[in-house]
């Protein structure tokens, strides 16, 4: 499983709502569950600056995230990235295998 993280910032309109806010951000987890099961989540979090909110989260393949990052388009994000994250660790092996 690759890590992918999701960075999304809202529209300001769902943002004017907080009470339909939490209950959209329900229904979007509610359905990237049902259309990709195999998603294991990891941290949830509301951030500051150009983003709203990061998720970090492992899928098995891109096409996965792809669809992660298209269900939050279909509910009140503007913009959605995910960026595939190599653990420290694994970031040192390469690396080294790299630079022998």
Same mark, same amino acid.
């Given at each position: 499983?690759?890590?992918?993280?999701?960075? =999304?910032?809202l529209s300001?309109? %769902?943002? $004017?709502?907080? &009470?339909?806010?939490?209950?959209?951000?329900?229904? @979007?987890?509610?359905?990237?569950? &049902?259309?990709?099961?195999?998603v294991? @989540?990891?941290?949830? #979090?509301?951030?500051?600056?150009? #983003?709203?909110?990061?998720?970090?989260? $492992?899928?098995? !393949? %891109? $096409? =996965?995230?792809?669809k %992660?990052?298209?269900? !939050?388009?279909? #509910?009140g994000?503007?913009?959605a990235?995910? @960026? $595939?994250?190599?653990p420290y660790?694994?970031y040192?092996?390469?690396?080294?295998d790299?630079?022998?």
């Open positions: 499983m690759a890590t992918f993280i999701l960075m =999304t910032k300001p309109e %769902v943002l $004017e709502k907080p &009470k339909e806010r939490a209950k959209k951000g329900k229904e @979007w987890l509610k359905k990237v569950k &049902k259309v990709c099961p195999d294991k @989540w990891i941290a949830h #979090y509301s951030i500051l600056g150009p #983003y709203d909110f990061m998720d970090i989260y $492992e899928a098995d !393949s %891109v $096409e =996965t995230a792809h %992660v990052s298209l269900i !939050s388009r279909t #509910y994000a503007v913009s990235e995910s @960026w $595939e994250a190599l660790e694994q040192l092996k390469v690396l080294k790299t630079l022998k």
